[in-house]
């Protein structure tokens, strides 16, 4: 055993829509909060087919070995940072 766990989180949204931008949202949230956080693996899936995942963000490698963290079907170039929170 790797010593790791994975928290299993079921929160329900109306649509596959909204359920990625709670998703998004979630992970960034968190991924201040721990450095542990892998806002990359997040999926959201419908209730009765939990084994039909959605990718929620990217996360395409990027040069230099970052991922990219905007949503899967962003229209910008991939990037590091979303450009939403850059803006401080």
Request: with cysteine.
């Amino acid at each position: 055993m790797s010593g790791r766990w994975v928290i299993h989180l079921p929160i329900t949204a109306p649509d596959l829509l909204r359920a990625r931008i709670f998703a998004r949202t979630a992970a960034r949230v968190l991924a201040r909060l721990s450095a542990r956080v892998e806002p990359g693996g997040v999926t959201v899936s419908a209730e009765d087919q939990q084994g039909v995942r959605h990718w929620v963000f990217c996360d395409r490698l990027l040069p230099g070995g970052a991922r990219c963290a905007l949503p899967i079907d962003h229209t910008a170039p991939c990037s590091r940072r979303a450009p939403w929170l850059s803006r401080r």
